[in-house]
């Protein structure tokens, strides 16, 4: 009798112990789904914030030092934080006001090691300057992030347009100018 109290006991035991324990561990890190919706929101949030203007959500986005890079559809180049924030007179001035954003085609991977990431997309990102539509539209939009201490920064971003979208652009509109050309004046 006393035999089968005791395995009674060890048994209620070893299942407290074994119930307890898995109470007490920490958490399972978030896999690769959990860090594919944060990169997702950092993500949105580096174009979104300039519908209300809010710059320290856009300061939240990016890294903050001198490897920063910015590429953009022009020949110019953005490297590191400093050059990148005298772009916040342009932005914060009440003459410009975005107007609609839009990412399509968003695909994010992250490398094995989870603390590097990379994305492409197709962007709308429109606006006006002083009353004047301005901004881009369909461009393609890449970049890179790192995990630091926890938090997913943008490192690099490229911005460009498709060549053969571009000179068909073009196309249409000397077409169209020239068509205007020829029309018999009154």
Do not use: Y
Request: include cysteine; charge should be negative.
């Amino acid at each position: 009798m006393k035999k089968i109290l005791f395995l009674i006991l060890l048994i209620v035991v070893t299942l407290a112990l074994f119930l307890l324990s898995s109470f007490m561990l920490p958490a399972a890190p978030p896999g690769p789904a959990a860090d594919s919706a944060v990169i997702e929101k950092v993500i949105r949030d580096n174009i979104g914030w300039a519908l209300t203007k809010d710059r320290p959500l856009l300061e939240s986005t990016m890294a903050h030092d001198g490897r920063l890079l910015i590429i953009n559809p022009d020949s110019e180049v953005t490297a590191g934080w400093e050059q990148f924030a005298k772009g916040f007179d342009f932005w914060l001035d009440p003459r410009f006001k975005a107007t609609r954003t839009d990412i399509r085609d968003l695909r994010i991977d992250l490398s094995p090691s989870g603390v590097t990431a990379w994305w492409s997309c197709v962007l709308d990102d429109l606006g006006e300057w002083d009353g004047k539509p301005i901004g881009w539209k369909d461009t393609r939009w890449t970049g890179v992030l790192e995990k630091r201490a926890g938090r997913w920064l943008i490192v690099q971003m490229h911005f460009s347009f498709a060549a053969d979208k571009v000179a068909a652009d073009v196309k249409d509109k000397l077409e169209a100018e020239a068509a205007g050309e020829t029309r018999p004046k009154e």
